[in-house]
RNA sequence: AGGACUAUAGCUCAGUUGGUUAGAGCGCUACCUUGACAUGGUAGAGGUCGGCGAUUCGAAUUCGCCUAGUCCUACCA
């Protein structure tokens, strides 16, 4: 073994080797257990998010094959509809400068085809470096031939019962990527915006109560104004009674438009009156409809104004009676210069009343970026309120589990009051929508033109052409869990490993994919009595891996990091290209760079992945979100280093040596039977941990008893029996055996976090430990043998440490050096303390660095002291010629200062009459004992410094 | 506006049913190249657990209010 951890030179060749000899699909023996992984987008790279939950997702699923399960975490990537396609179109235009229609269709989504051919690989080689154990045999592609037939399947079957159906309605409209987007896809923003005051003439020279001849309209957005069919005030609203039902001109369009009552209009809110348009705004949409006023589209699918507007009636029927006249000087004029323009035209006229500053949220498209517009489209949607009822059931009974549970009041919250999903996309990248049409525009449903001429009765002479659009990639995702498994294929697969047990996964996409995988699932899955099936039992939401000062982690902030960087190490140099090469905001750049040079002056060095997972896993307690430090990912590397070291010692002390492997005699050390039966205790915990989701916690037992328990004492205590030439063969086998033996069970232990170092480690030393097998992947998780637990042991073993730390503590404390080997005296100690020194007084010795252990019998004289206590037994360190006598007075000053707060503190809970009369007896007798001892130990030292002052 | 979560050492985080001398890593101080490891060892320093109040014999832990932050949902003519 190299003297130093060197990660890179393990990590790729086991995971080649594991790989190859298919150790990840599932074994088919056993009990079932099984996941699916999230699935990244084809085309993109996994960011620290994905290392995160990929990290939980392989411990989860190495720790369950150890126990004997057989386990498939299914994996595959879906095509990402709407950022695929744009980065294609983006490097299209880069390149040649082409639009896709320059292309055309097919050939355009030849290009697509190759972009992910391209960079499809990138997924796959970042997980195969993070050693994630994922059934490689049985990947998938959301538009794979086979899972295309299932999404065919489940939108037609769906159709066919009438949970999916066609209408034209007011939906978001991204006007930068063209399509219809759903209500999850566009984010709000607070913005600093505008209102404007804008006049209305009445027609017929009515007027108001008020004697006006004109009504004022408050709004954000004059530039729909060639939209609207009414304005709409309050029924109750005394101020605009007697001009209900009469009519207005819409200025710069003169068409003559109702002012109708409807409570939509407040009349505490702006002027009382509400200008209504049905095609711009989902308000007006409800209004339109209730009544069933005209509807008038002003803009184009990239949002700028019409030529003449699109008229139509309430149910979205044509209207070819209405007046869609828009004014010239405004056709293809883009909406927000549109805005302006009637502005500047409204006050012209003098129709301007006033500008107020208004703070408002906006909406945005999250990929496009640009603010949303409200269109009036043919869409295709799914009844998602029939559809949710199921799954708000199977949280509410318990058949499907959110970790932490808080996340149930979010995902029931949504699900109670969801809106009908707009499943279809302007898009060409995805799942084209099996639906044909007649020249009438009548709608069929099948897999293929020939399968809808079968299905409907339709004869040749009847044409038909295939629906324009694709379907939502959520749609794909949400059978996921199923579809990937062959699904509607009924097989054993599916039967085996559905419904999954766990789904690791961030709450921002429970909306987006959890919740749709459930309402798939649960209505197109049936067990065998009939019962909807769910997707999985239990959701692990996990928190988001920020930056280290807490910021959300974008390319436009340059503080990505790419778990890979953090594995093999990245120079400033390609970091600050990475981070600032091909980035929307240009503009940023200069910021980023020098961000990033003061963060990672040196850029970063590499730490390996299983550094990289334990840190992952220390920090994920449950729904928290991670800042990332990079210090801590230190910290864990150099423990692989620790445990790189330990096993190194072990080796070089066992091999070659008889170790007990079969079964020889051996007698065992304290310290043998110690560390054994702590390491049954860790085994307990560490499973528990793992079982109730807590890593952080597993991650943290493991650390501590490595490092504090196995390295820090037990490898130094196995040397005195080791490198002591009158020890006996028996006494030696035993401790070689416990060495040996122990870092095995650790190396399994740790396995599911750190699997590479283990396995490297695990096969170094494992014919040493007396076991056989071709991967510690395949050994079984540890399991505690509670004869092994020696309290005795671990009793002498503090007591030991006592003395040991007692000592060092002087040395410290009195600046003596740990090359000079003290004499110690013991004073005052039990029957049982004589006998502990004398079956310990070699660890001691060594340990301690001692010279010479004296035991002082009453009536000895002790000389001038340096006194530490292990209980009622004095440890002292003669201080002739070592210690300054007020050195020596501080010393114990402080230690009695220190007892001399916890006996105030005691003291006064003991004096408090309720505390002991309602406290538990043992509580109070705790304490009690607790108060005596302090005491005890106060005299002593106070003694002891008043001995030393009179020097 | 409604809801959720968070607030513990300089930093990043643990603290399970109320009773601990409130812990870990990193950082800090002093000393140490002792035959696994300086990516190390030994010994230390450092916290009135965001604030106020309540319940209790006893609160970091339970409850209420407040402050700060993060997020979600809704509304904004």
């Known amino acids: 073994m190299d003297k130093t951890y060197q990660p890179a030179n393990i990590e790729t060749s086991w995971y080649q080797t594991w790989e190859d000899k298919n150790y990840f699909a599932p074994s088919g023996e056993g009990e079932a257990y099984s996941m699916v992984i999230p699935p990244p987008n084809v085309t993109g790279s996994l960011h620290m998010g994905h290392a995160f939950q990929h990290t939980i997702m392989d411990t989860l699923v190495r720790y369950q094959r150890m126990q004997g399960k057989n386990t498939l975490w299914q994996v595959g990537t879906d ?218 589209n002003v803009l184009t699918f990239t949002a700028d104004i019409r030529e003449i507007g699109q008229g139509f009636n309430s149910d979205g029927t044509l209207n070819s009676e209405i007046n869609c006249h828009i004014p010239e000087k405004y056709h293809n004029m883009e909406r927000f210069a549109a805005r302006r323009e009637v502005v500047a035209d409204f006050e012209a006229l003098g129709f301007l009343v006033k500008i107020e500053e208004n703070n408002m949220t906006i909406p945005y498209g999250d990929r496009g970026g640009v603010v949303i517009e409200p269109m009036l489209t043919d869409q295709w949607f799914a009844d998602a309120k029939t559809l949710a009822g199921p799954t708000i059931e199977a949280v509410e009974n318990g058949d499907i589990k959110f970790v932490p549970k808080q996340y149930e009041n979010m995902f029931f919250s949504w699900m109670r009051d969801i809106q009908d999903w707009c499943i279809s996309r302007q898009l060409w990248w995805g799942h084209r929508i099996p639906a044909f049409y007649d020249a009438q525009g009548k709608v069929y449903v099948a897999t293929s033109e020939s399968a809808a001429r079968e299905k409907y009765n339709l004869g040749t002479e009847i044409t038909l052409t295939q629906d324009n659009d694709v379907l939502d990639t959520w749609f794909s995702s949400g059978l996921w869990s199923f579809a990937t498994m062959g699904w509607p294929e009924q097989n054993d697969k599916l039967e085996t490993f559905h419904p999954t047990d766990t789904l690791v996964t961030g709450f921002d996409i429970i909306f987006f994919w959890v919740a749709r995988m459930m309402m798939m699932s649960m209505h197109l899955c049936k067990d065998k009595q009939g019962k909807p099936q769910i997707p999985f039992k239990t959701v692990y939401i996990t928190g988001l891996v920020r930056d280290e000062s807490g910021e959300k982690m974008s390319k436009t902030k340059g503080n990505v990091l790419d778990p890979l960087d953090m594995i093999d190490g990245i120079s400033l140099e390609d970091l600050l290209a990475k981070r600032t090469g091909n980035m929307m905001q240009p503009q940023m750049a200069e910021k980023i760079r020098k961000r990033t040079e003061k963060e990672y002056a040196d850029g970063i060095p590499a730490h390996g992945t299983d550094a990289l997972r334990f840190t992952l896993a220390a920090l994920a307690s449950t729904g928290r979100d991670i800042n990332w430090d990079m210090k801590r990912l230190e910290g864990y590397r150099n423990f692989c280093n620790k445990i790189w070291n330990a096993a190194r010692y072990v080796e070089m002390n066992t091999a070659g040596e008889d170790c007990g492997q079969n079964g020889e005699e051996v007698e065992l050390s304290l310290a043998d039977r110690w560390i054994s039966s702590k390491l049954q205790q860790i085994e307990i915990d560490v499973a528990k941990h793992i079982e109730e989701y807590r890593l952080d916690l597993a991650a943290q037992t493991l650390y501590d008893f490595i490092w504090n328990e196995y390295c820090g004492w037990y490898l130094e205590l196995s040397k005195p029996v080791l490198w002591n030439e009158e020890a006996t063969e028996l006494q030696k086998r035993g401790t070689r055996r416990t060495l040996v033996r122990v870092l095995e069970v650790i190396m399994r232990l740790t396995h599911p976090i750190m699997p590479f170092i283990t396995e490297e480690i695990w096969q170094s030393i494992k014919t040493l430990a007396g076991v056989s097998g071709d991967s510690i992947m395949l050994q079984s998780y540890p399991k505690a043998d509670l004869s092994k637990i020696d309290l005795a042991a671990e009793a002498e073993i503090d007591w030991l440490k006592g003395v040991i730390t007692g000592v060092r503590n002087i040395r410290g404390e009195m600046g003596i050096s740990p090359a000079k080997e003290l004499t110690v005296l013991i004073n005052n100690g039990s029957d049982e303390d004589k006998q502990r020194l004398a079956a310990n007084r070699n660890f001691l010795m060594k340990l301690a660095s001692l010279e010479q252990i004296t035991w002082l019998n009453p009536g000895d004289e002790a000389p001038m002291s340096s006194t530490q206590l292990v209980g009622k037994m004095e440890v002292l360190v003669p201080m002739a010629g070592l210690i300054d006598k007020d050195a020596e007075v501080s010393r114990l000053n402080k230690e009695i200062e220190k007892l001399e707060k916890e006996i105030g503190r005691i003291e006064g809970k003991l004096g408090n009459q309720k505390f002991v009369a309602n406290a538990p007896e043992a509580v109070v007798a705790k304490e009690r004992e607790k108060i005596a001892g302090f005491k005890s130990s106060q005299e002593k030292l106070i003694e002891q410094r008043e001995k030393i002052a009179a020097l």
């Open 79 to 296: 095509h990402a509809g709407i950022a695929t396609q744009m980065i294609v179109e983006r490097k299209l235009a880069a390149e040649t400068g082409q639009t896709k229609h320059d292309l055309g269709r097919d050939a355009f989504m030849d290009k697509i085809w190759e972009w992910k051919e391209e960079s499809g690989g990138n997924i796959t080689r970042q997980m195969r470096r993070l050693g994630n154990s994922v059934d490689w045999s049985n990947e998938r592609f959301t538009m794979d031939p086979k899972f295309q037939a299932s999404v065919e399947e489940a939108f037609i079957s769906l159709y066919d019962e009438g949970l999916i159906y066609r209408g034209k309605r007011l939906v978001n409209w991204d006007p930068k990527l063209q399509t219809a987007i759903s209500d999850l896809e566009v984010e709000s923003k607070e913005i600093k915006g505008k209102m404007w005051y804008l006049r209305y003439p009445l027609a017929d020279g009515v007027t108001t109560d008020a004697g006006d001849d004109y009504i004022v309209v408050a709004t954000t957005r004059p530039e729909t104004m060639f939209g609207d069919t009414a304005v709409a005030v309050n029924a109750a609203d005394p101020r605009f009674q007697s001009i209900i039902g009469k009519e207005i001109i819409l200025p710069l369009v003169g068409r003559r438009i109702p002012i109708i009552a409807d409570d939509h209009a407040n009349m505490e809110k702006g002027t009382g009156c509400v200008k209504i348009t049905p095609a711009h705004d989902f308000n007006d949409y409800e209004v339109g409809k209730r009544r069933k006023l005209p509807m008038i």
